[in-house]
């Protein structure tokens, strides 16, 4: 699940065999955390991160929210979440985004840097302030 700086995961559709979607999070400050408690975060130790974000797994996601302006961003895995924090107001594109998903259908959207996204592949689209 984690690939040098990036926490990477795969989600599955339900009722689609074989269709998936890749998301990789780029941000140095994320975090999956219960109503509770944090359960581990992106500057816990680097040898325990990939075993402790292993509670996701086999969760099924609920909903994705993204805040504006900062874009914040929360998937709701229902008792658990992971919440994603970008880390600069940069709209540079030389600098990476904050998250990134890679859809079943070829598309990929990228959110950040700073306030822009953009979503490529068929029906495009692009924003940022």
């Avoid at 504006?68 to 929360?74: E, Q, Y």
């Avoid at 658990?80 to 904050?98: A, C, E, G, H, K």
């Avoid at 953009?118 to 029906?123: D, N, S, V, W």
């Amino acid at each position: 699940m984690r690939d040098s700086d990036s926490l990477i995961f795969d989600l599955v559709a339900t009722g689609t065999p074989g269709r998936l979607s890749m998301v990789r999070v780029f941000s140095v400050a994320w975090r999956v955390e219960t109503g509770q408690e944090i359960l581990v975060g992106a500057d816990d130790e680097p040898a325990d991160l990939p075993g402790m974000v292993k509670v996701l797994n086999g969760c099924a996601l609920v909903d994705v929210s993204v805040s504006w302006p900062s874009l914040d961003t929360t998937f709701d895995f229902g008792d658990l979440r992971l919440r994603i924090f970008p880390v600069t107001s940069r709209v540079d594109r030389r600098y990476w985004q904050q998250w990134s998903v890679r859809l079943a259908d070829g598309r990929i959207l990228d959110v950040g840097p700073g306030q822009s996204w953009q979503l490529t592949g068929q029906a495009s689209a692009r924003g940022h302030q």
